[in-house]
């Protein structure tokens, strides 16, 4: 089966959070980002490190998810958001090491 193309794959967003201190690992915040209702099933989480965190959001779902992320919701809080990871992660101040093949 070939690559989907990238008018197929859908529009996204990707959220920038700051992620409270409580929550440890990954497993947690995938459980936490797993209950927000507007997020279920929808979001995929990217990068945790050090308190922030990058999640991918589908464009239909982003303006809700937005309006909650910003007020702030179970320890995650909505810093920045684009259309392209490498803004967010900049703006995050997140450093990603790249896999060597």
């Known amino acids: ?30 459980e936490i980002i797993g209950q ?4 279920r099933g929808k979001s995929k989480l990217f990068d945790f490190v050090d308190g922030h965190a990058i999640i991918r959001i589908p464009l239909q779902s982003y303006s809700s998810a937005k309006s909650i992320l910003e007020a702030g919701c179970d320890g995650l809080v909505s ?8 803004l967010v992660r900049e703006r995050m101040g997140i450093k990603v090491s790249r896999k060597k093949r």
């Open 36 to 39: 927000i209702d507007a997020l």
């Open 1 to 30: 089966m070939g690559k989907l193309r990238k008018a197929a794959r859908g529009k996204h967003r990707w959220v920038g959070l700051t992620v409270d201190e409580s929550i440890k690992n990954r497993q947690e915040l995938e």
């Open 79 to 86: 810093q920045t958001s684009s259309g392209k990871i490498r």
